[in-house]
């Protein structure tokens, strides 16, 4: 076991989220670290693991007392729209991860290691583990495989002092050997090598493993061999704890429209997809209508003096027509929508300059 992992676990715990929803004062608000998790785990209690690829996301998770934190290579499918997770690169996660850590000062903070970034050798492995943790901030990383060479490369990164998450059953990243994203361990020949590779990555140094997509009696196998935790998605419920993707438990792509669909293995424990839809429909037909923005959404002021200033200031320079304009939405309460034609008025002289505020940036 890494034995630097506590202590880099530690990094971000002083992390400001200004603006964001803090957690609840309780037991879920301390800080989860490697260590804190593997007494949760010698404890019996299920241990919780969410993906997050952004600041907002992150925010979410972390007040929902969620245990671990998972910054997926999943990002190049729900943040970036690619059909799978081999496009996104090594400094697209550390982006992500950047994000993910000012969002979530609670959790524990997972970095995946994206394909490409460690196959090559385990000192190429131990290079961008190092990047993930220095640049990117994350407590461990997470990498997938559990033939030789990968459990080498997590006994590399983990002799190297950064903890180990390994990943076996489905794994994404091979998805050209596997033939597609194919639920694992469905024979006795394939269901024993799911668990020795997840015995080898223990031995490997790895605090814990996912089990993607394999048989319940596969993953309760897994579970009962290994003394680390298992984290499970698509693989039952006798796995020490469980993953999901953000988007998928929130529903965030349910609808007719979108191609995106929600694996089966997964339950929605939510419709924000909808929510979102709704909510965006209602923006645009209010727009469309002039109802938004109305006076409780306009709320800086200029006083009758400083309008009246500003009209002759406007006509001192030729633009006779915006003086209208103002003081007609002065006249009106502010509540009236001022149309622009977008041509020279009578008396405008467009040269004359540009009247611009320096209102909030969008």
Same mark, same amino acid.
């Given at each position: 076991?890494?034995?630097?992992?506590?202590?880099?676990?530690?990094?971000?715990?002083?992390?400001?989220?200004?603006?964001?929803?803090r957690p609840q004062e309780s037991a879920a608000a301390r800080r989860m670290t490697v260590?804190?998790?593997?007494?949760?785990?010698?404890?019996?209690?299920?241990?919780?693991?969410?993906?997050?690829?952004?600041?907002?996301?992150?925010?979410?998770?972390?007040?929902?007392?969620?245990?671990?934190?998972?910054?997926?290579?999943?990002?190049?499918?729900?943040?970036?729209?690619?059909?799978?997770?081999?496009?996104?690169?090594?400094?697209?996660?550390?982006?992500?991860?950047?994000?993910?850590?000012?969002?979530?000062?609670?959790?524990?903070?997972?970095?995946?290691?994206?394909?490409?970034?460690?196959?090559?050798?385990?000192?190429?492995?131990?290079?961008?583990?190092?990047?993930?943790?220095?640049?990117?901030?994350?407590?461990?990383?997470?990498?997938?495989?559990?033939?030789?060479?990968?459990?080498?490369?997590?006994?590399?990164?983990?002799?190297?002092?950064?903890?180990?998450?390994?990943?076996?059953?489905?794994?994404?990243?091979?998805?050209?050997?596997?033939?597609?994203?194919?639920?694992?361990?469905?024979?006795?020949?394939?269901?024993?090598?799911?668990?020795?590779?997840?015995?080898?990555?223990?031995?490997?140094?790895?605090? *814990?493993?996912?089990?993607?997509?394999?048989?319940?009696?596969? =993953? %309760? #196998? $897994?579970? &009962? /061999?290994?003394?680390?935790? @298992?984290?499970?998605?698509?693989?039952?419920?006798?796995?020490?704890?469980?993953?999901?993707?953000?988007?998928?438990?929130?529903?965030?792509?349910?609808?007719?429209?979108?191609?995106?669909?929600?694996?089966?293995?997964?339950k929605q424990f939510g419709d924000v997809g909808a929510v979102i839809g709704k909510a965006?429909?209602?923006?645009?037909?209010?727009?469309?209508?002039?109802?938004?923005?109305?006076?409780?959404?306009?709320?800086?002021?200029?006083?009758?003096?400083?309008?009246?200033?500003?009209?002759? *200031?406007?006509?001192?320079?030729?633009?006779?027509?915006?003086? =209208? %304009? #103002? $003081?007609? &939405? /002065?006249?009106?309460?502010? @509540?009236?929508?001022?149309?622009?034609?977008?041509?020279?008025?009578?008396?405008?002289?467009?040269?004359?300059?540009?009247?611009?505020?320096?209102?909030?940036?969008?």
């Amino acid at each position: 076991m890494a034995g630097g992992a506590p202590a880099a676990a530690e990094q971000h715990a002083g992390v400001h989220r200004p603006g964001g929803p803090r957690p609840q004062e309780s037991a879920a608000a301390r800080r989860m670290t490697v260590t804190t998790l593997r007494g949760k785990h010698h404890r019996g209690e299920p241990i919780s693991m969410v993906t997050a690829y952004d600041y907002s996301s992150a925010v979410h998770v972390d007040s929902a007392g969620v245990d671990v934190v998972l910054v997926g290579d999943s990002a190049a499918m729900v943040a970036h729209g690619h059909d799978n997770t081999l496009p996104v690169s090594l400094d697209i996660m550390l982006q992500h991860c950047r994000a993910v850590v000012r969002g979530a000062p609670r959790p524990l903070v997972v970095g995946d290691l994206p394909f490409g970034s460690y196959e090559s050798s385990p000192a190429q492995a131990v290079e961008s583990a190092v990047r993930l943790m220095k640049e990117g901030g994350v407590d461990a990383v997470k990498m997938e495989g559990g033939a030789a060479s990968r459990v080498g490369a997590a006994r590399a990164i983990v002799d190297a002092g950064i903890a180990v998450m390994g990943h076996v059953g489905l794994t994404p990243q091979a998805i050209s050997v596997l033939g597609g994203f194919r639920a694992q361990g469905k024979t006795v020949n394939s269901a024993l090598k799911v668990v020795e590779a997840a015995l080898a990555l223990q031995d490997a140094g790895c605090f *814990a493993v996912v089990l993607e997509c394999v048989p319940a009696p596969v =993953a %309760a #196998a $897994a579970t &009962a /061999a290994l003394q680390i935790p @298992t984290i499970g998605i698509g693989a039952g419920p006798l796995c020490s704890g469980q993953v999901l993707v953000y988007h998928d438990l929130l529903g965030m792509f349910q609808s007719p429209d979108h191609s995106k669909v929600t694996p089966k293995f997964c339950k929605q424990f939510g419709d924000v997809g909808a929510v979102i839809g709704k909510a965006l429909a209602e923006y645009r037909q209010q727009v469309e209508a002039g109802s938004f923005p109305g006076p409780d959404h306009t709320p800086y002021k200029m006083s009758p003096v400083g309008v009246a200033v500003f009209a002759d *200031a406007l006509r001192n320079i030729g633009l006779d027509g915006a003086a =209208a %304009a #103002a $003081a007609a &939405a /002065a006249d009106a309460g502010k @509540t009236e929508k001022i149309v622009g034609d977008g041509k020279p008025h009578e008396g405008d002289n467009i040269n004359n300059g540009i009247l611009s505020s320096a209102g909030a940036a969008v």
